[in-house]
Each structure stands twice: as C-alpha cells, then as structure tokens.
C-alpha cells in the first residue's frame, strides 16, 4: 500500500511540476500579474503538499510514524499554512474585474497569521509535558482555519463569477469552486485521522488528489488558454496585415502598369515575358514588383498575388 501511495504522490508531482513549468512560461510571454499570483498560489500549495508527502516517507519508509509530533513538522507545517493562506487569499481577489476592498483583504490576510500564532503558542506558551497533545491540536485548528478560508473563497467566487476578467478566469473560478467544496469534508477527515498518536500516518491524500486535479487542469486549460490566444493573436495580426495589404493594392490607388504587372504575375507570366508584353526592360519590372510587395508588405510573389486576389474579389 505504501508504494502504492509513493507512486501516487509522484505522479501528482509529476503534473504539478508540468502545471507549474507552463504557468512560469506564461508569467514570462505574457507578463500577467494574475499569472504571476497564480504561479505563488500553485508554488504555495506544492509545498503544503510535499510537506504531508515528507511526513508520509517518514513513516512508511523511515520508521518515524510519530513524525508530526517532531518540532521540524510542526514549524514548518504552521509556516507553510500562513503562506498558503495569504498567497490563496490575494490571488482569489484578483480574479474579478471589480475592485475589491482592500479593507477585507487585509483582514484575510491577518487571518493567514493565525497559524503564526499558533505556531508560538506550541513552542512557548505550552508546557513541554503537554506538547504533543498541545501540537495536534493547533495543527487541527489551523487545518480549521485554512478551511473556513477555502469556504470563504467559494462564497466570494460564487458572488463574483459574473465579473470574470476573461473566459478562462471564469472557468477557473467554476472549477475552484467545484474543487473547493469537495475538498473541505474529506481534507478534515484526514487531518483528524492522520494526526493522532494513536495512528500512524496513513496519508488519505485528499489534498493531493486535489492538486493532481488541479495540475490537470493547469495543463489542459493552460495549454488551450496559450493556443487559443496564440491562434487570435496571429488571426488580428493577419487580419490587420491583410487590411493593409488590400487597401494598398486597391486598383484605384495603382497605376496602370502596376496593374498590368500584377495582372500578369497572376497568370503566372516570370519577369522576362512580363517585359516582352510591356515592352519594358526586365530590370524595370523587377523594380515594379519589389516596389509592389513593398507597399503591400508582402513577403513574396505568390503572397502578393493572393492579396491582390483578395483585393479584387471584395
């Protein structure tokens, strides 16, 4: 069962780091900011993970099952929570169009202190005698914590999905929500579960399974997200170069041996029987068609060509 579990969790990573990997390329091409908080929010829970993942190779493959009572797991466990929980916290209220008040996301943002707080009290308030009890209860209670963050986001999305900045930040949203709901009940399962002396770790994986979901979605709806743009970027570009090119090559603003020239490239005519019927130099016609493509920014006859094709079929 163990392995069975390592081999989940590497595939899990697998995709996270596919997921992540496309994210940063996006934050580079595209220089999002939203892409940007969305990169820290995915790098936070990749951590938030791992950490469950280091404790579970503890005790399946270490011999360590009482790992989560170690002062290492606890601390990091507190400090990666409060960094999930304010990264989490700004990136959801950048996804709306509207301006958020920034008087809630500084409360947000104070509540990702909490296991902070948490995190103080374990290590010098409570007695060294009750530590262990102490330390599974403030990681229950920050998991709570996280929790009612997750519920948050989805009544904030919920309210806002209307006012999506784009197609895929309302799909995003949609599958956050969706995603969210089912997580809460079986992540505190597992926390209740998995943190208790009398268990050894038995990871039920709820927030891995969360993350491959959501891995999956970075490099499907990512991916479709960049070939879509991609496919409309080079649409608007060669609809404006096209727009261009025909208002250039609009008989009316040609001459006529230009539309002799232009007449005979579309009969397929070369430069020297171009010449013979224009009774020009074939240097002369070679300067018409370079001043030709040119102007209309055309990269060769055969392009040329089919814009003045266009040109003329309007």
Same mark, same amino acid.
């Given at each position: 069962?163990?392995i069975a579990f390592l081999t989940?969790?590497?595939?899990?990573?697998?995709m996270?780091?596919a997921?992540?990997?496309m994210v940063?390329?996006i934050?580079?091409y595209e220089?999002?900011?939203r892409d940007?908080?969305?990169l820290?929010?995915l790098?936070?829970?990749?951590?938030?993970?791992?950490?469950?993942?280091?404790?579970?190779?503890?005790?399946?493959?270490?011999?360590?099952p009482?790992?989560f009572?170690?002062?290492w797991y606890f601390i990091a466990?507190? $400090?990666v929570?409060?960094?999930?929980m $304010?990264v989490?916290s700004?990136?959801i209220h950048?996804?709306?169009k509207i301006k958020?008040?920034?008087?809630?996301?500084r409360?947000?943002i104070? *509540?990702s202190?909490?296991?902070l707080v948490y995190?103080?009290?374990g290590?010098?308030?409570v007695?060294?005698?009750?530590?262990?009890?102490a330390?599974?209860?403030l990681m229950?209670a920050?998991?709570?914590t996280?929790?009612?963050?997750l519920?948050?986001s989805i009544?904030?999305?919920?309210?806002?999905r209307?006012?999506? #900045?784009?197609?895929?930040? *309302?799909?995003m949203m949609?599958f956050s929500?969706?995603a969210?709901?089912?997580l809460? #009940?079986?992540f505190?399962a597992e926390?209740w579960?998995n943190?208790?002396v009398?268990h050894?770790?038995?990871?039920?994986?709820a927030?891995?399974?969360y993350?491959? $979901?959501?891995?999956?979605?970075?490099?499907?709806?990512l991916?479709?997200g960049?070939?879509l743009k991609?496919k409309?970027?080079?649409?608007a570009?060669f609809? *404006?170069?096209d727009a261009y090119?025909?208002?250039a090559?609009?008989?009316?603003s040609?001459?006529?041996?230009?539309?002799n #020239?232009? *007449?005979?490239?579309m009969?397929?005519l070369?430069n020297?029987?171009?010449?013979a019927?224009?009774e020009?130099t074939?240097?002369m016609v070679?300067?018409? #068609?370079?001043a030709?493509?040119?102007?209309a920014g055309?990269?060769?006859?055969?392009e040329l060509?089919?814009?003045?094709?266009k040109?003329?079929?309007?």
């Amino acid at each position: 069962m163990a392995i069975a579990f390592l081999t989940f969790y590497l595939l899990t990573h697998a995709m996270g780091f596919a997921g992540i990997g496309m994210v940063v390329f996006i934050c580079v091409y595209e220089k999002d900011a939203r892409d940007v908080r969305y990169l820290a929010f995915l790098v936070s829970f990749f951590l938030y993970v791992a950490l469950s993942n280091g404790g579970f190779i503890c005790s399946s493959f270490m011999g360590n099952p009482s790992f989560f009572l170690d002062t290492w797991y606890f601390i990091a466990y507190m $400090a990666v929570t409060s960094f999930l929980m $304010a990264v989490y916290s700004v990136f959801i209220h950048g996804l709306p169009k509207i301006k958020q008040s920034r008087h809630i996301l500084r409360k947000l943002i104070a *509540a990702s202190c909490l296991p902070l707080v948490y995190l103080a009290l374990g290590l010098f308030v409570v007695p060294s005698a009750d530590s262990a009890v102490a330390r599974v209860f403030l990681m229950r209670a920050a998991a709570v914590t996280l929790v009612l963050l997750l519920i948050y986001s989805i009544m904030f999305m919920r309210a806002n999905r209307d006012n999506a #900045i784009d197609a895929e930040c *309302a799909m995003m949203m949609r599958f956050s929500i969706v995603a969210n709901s089912l997580l809460i #009940i079986p992540f505190l399962a597992e926390t209740w579960y998995n943190y208790d002396v009398a268990h050894p770790y038995i990871p039920l994986s709820a927030e891995s399974i969360y993350y491959l $979901a959501l891995s999956v979605a970075n490099v499907g709806w990512l991916a479709h997200g960049v070939l879509l743009k991609r496919k409309r970027a080079l649409d608007a570009a060669f609809s *404006a170069r096209d727009a261009y090119a025909q208002a250039a090559l609009d008989p009316d603003s040609l001459g006529d041996r230009e539309k002799n #020239i232009l *007449a005979y490239l579309m009969l397929g005519l070369g430069n020297k029987q171009i010449a013979a019927h224009l009774e020009m130099t074939e240097f002369m016609v070679r300067n018409h #068609i370079s001043a030709l493509l040119k102007k209309a920014g055309a990269r060769n006859r055969v392009e040329l060509v089919e814009l003045y094709r266009k040109t003329l079929s309007r």
